[in-house]
């Protein structure tokens, strides 16, 4: 029995369900004892597994009804075995070896043997940077992709498909089962990132690391990070020391301390998020949600005072002084540390809600930093506002307000591409609903359907698939202090939105998604890993 699942077809006969019954995108399968014996990878009598809960669906899945059961001597071979992949086979060894307890050796291996979890891109299934096929047959699991970060993603597919249970930090019983059969997949859009607003609040690297490895689970690619705003400047700058000694002591609320990355310790969550093929994009915010630099250096005001620092919530009241000689200096230098210490293509410049800026002084301020990230070796982005001003070849226009399509649509016509972060669906920091004691509600309620609900290609008019570089989840963080903060305004919604960025067009299925979603309750749980657990998810 061959059961052919693909990603558009959303409901799929059920080998055991009989009578012409439908269930939803999973098919099941269970062991029959009398064929186990003959399997070496068998599992025990009455061990069930699936290839569906997959979350982004997968392109296609194939299911063929078998079942392999990861033995204790599984090793994982990483073909060819050079740096890069031992690297990702010991990064897939380091989530199964916990609850497993085997010793899952990681070696390079030309010649599969059977038994094992085969890593290679040496046999690729042609799907581009970060697309993969994962094989799972009664004698072993293979995941082939053109790139190492194929094999990132297709091992955050694999981690799925085994029980909750593998992601407990200690050992479980098992069995590990796995369905036999196959997935083919690869993303939709080449951005699919989470913005995180280190600034209002400040988060240790640990938290951050925490949340890199939380968001790596849903294949998320991009890591913003919004290191400056107003209440604080996160990223210490050699050149001009005070941002960080004086911008970076406080935060909203007033609370007091080293609110800030070292170099090293920035260097260190860059590297971190680039193991698992994660890009750190970083955000100085310019000319306006500048309070924190302008109360670390008199110069930087028009006035030639330095600002009070602030702890307060609101927004629009700071800018750069757009001619006082040292502005473009200071631009110059803190860019040019960042773009320094980040391998990644793209600094974002912020642009955004510069209401204290004139509009003359605005535009001029864009043509002056235009060149000064150009000369750092980046493309910019910016917040929608940046689509008023001319912008040169290559920039990007980050789309956040529903209530301004205009902006986004200037940056098509500008011919730039677009990142979609409508806060209707995308802002982490809304409300689910009415009940939420934490975030904001300036762009409505944004529960789980209407995170997940929607096709960024005909979201705004204007803004087609093509002028679409993918999509992009915030986490602003006026009223979130804490990881648990973090975890509970992210998940569930920041794995909707993975998947609006990630899957087919076409494949969009609140019905099915809703399901999906509940069978990573558990997972969630086992990773100790937060969550709004809303009744409009019937988790599991
Ligand atoms: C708007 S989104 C902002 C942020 C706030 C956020 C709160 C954007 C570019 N600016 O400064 O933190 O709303 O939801």
């Not at 059961?69 to 916990?98: K, M």
């Not at 912008?391 to 730039?416: C, E, F, M, R």
């Not at 309750?521 to 937060?530: D, E, F, M, Q």
Request: with cysteine.
């Amino acid at each position: 029995m061959r059961t052919v699942l693909q990603s558009f077809v959303l409901l799929a006969v059920c080998a055991g369900c009989g009578g012409g019954a439908t269930r939803t995108e999973t098919a099941d399968a269970t062991t029959d004892p009398t064929t186990d014996a003959a399997t070496p990878y068998g599992c025990p009598a009455g061990t069930t597994a699936t290839l569906g809960n997959l979350v982004p669906l997968p392109v296609a899945v194939t299911v063929d009804g078998g079942l392999f059961c990861l033995p204790a001597t599984a090793a994982i071979e990483v073909d060819p075995p050079t740096p890069e992949l031992l690297a990702v086979g010991q990064y897939l060894a380091a989530h199964l070896r916990p609850a497993t307890g085997f010793a899952l050796e990681v070696r390079g291996a030309t010649t599969p043997q059977p038994g094992n979890i085969r890593l290679t891109t040496v046999t690729e299934p042609g799907l581009g940077e970060e697309g993969y096929g994962l094989t799972v047959s009664a004698g072993g699991v293979t995941v082939s992709a053109a790139q190492p970060a194929g094999l990132m993603r297709g091992i955050q597919t694999l981690r799925q498909l085994l029980p909750a249970a593998i992601e407990a930090a200690t050992p479980q019983p098992g069995p590990w089962p796995l369905a036999t059969g196959s997935v083919t997949d690869q993303p939709r859009f080449a951005w699919r990132g989470v913005m995180l607003d280190v600034a209002r609040h400040f988060f240790s690297v640990a938290d951050v690391k925490h949340f890199i490895d939380e968001v790596a689970y849903y294949k998320i690619n991009r890591f913003h990070v919004h290191l400056t705003d107003d209440q604080g400047w996160r990223l210490a700058i050699t050149s001009w020391p005070q941002l960080s000694a004086i911008g970076g002591s406080t935060e909203v609320g007033g609370a007091t301390g080293k609110f800030f990355y070292s170099q090293a310790e920035f260097a260190d969550i860059v590297a971190y998020a680039a193991a698992r093929y994660i890009t750190v994009v970083p955000e100085m915010d310019m000319p306006g949600h500048s309070n924190a630099a302008l109360a670390s250096y008199a110069e930087l005001n028009c006035d030639h005072t330095a600002t009070a620092l602030y702890t307060g919530t609101n927004v629009g009241f700071s800018s750069l002084c757009i001619d006082a000689s040292p502005t473009a200096q200071f631009v110059s230098d803190a860019l040019g540390e960042v773009a320094a210490l980040t391998p990644g293509m793209w600094l974002h410049i912020g642009g955004d809600e510069a209401k204290s800026t004139s509009a003359a002084d605005y535009a001029a301020f864009m043509q002056t930093l235009q060149p000064l990230v150009a000369a750092s070796g980046k493309m910019l982005i910016g917040w929608a506002e940046i689509a008023h001003t001319p912008l040169k070849a290559g920039a990007i226009v980050q789309h956040w307000n529903p209530y301004d399509t205009t902006s986004v649509q200037l940056a098509v016509q500008q011919h730039a591409k677009v990142i979609l972060s409508p806060a209707n669906r995308a802002y982490l920091d809304m409300k689910y609903d009415g009940d939420t004691p934490l975030g904001l509600v300036w762009a409505g309620l944004v529960d789980e359907q209407q995170a997940y609900a929607w096709d960024p290609a005909t979201e705004l008019s204007g803004v087609g698939e093509s002028d679409i570089l993918g999509v992009e989840a915030a986490l602003w963080t006026e009223t979130i202090a804490t990881i648990a903060d973090i975890e509970v305004m992210a998940f569930p919604r920041l794995a909707g939105l993975a998947e609006v960025g990630w899957s087919p067009a076409g494949s969009n299925d609140w019905a099915s998604y809703r399901l999906r979603i509940a069978a990573h309750g558990p997972r969630l749980t086992t990773k100790g890993v937060g969550f709004y657990r809303s009744t409009r998810i019937p988790w599991q």
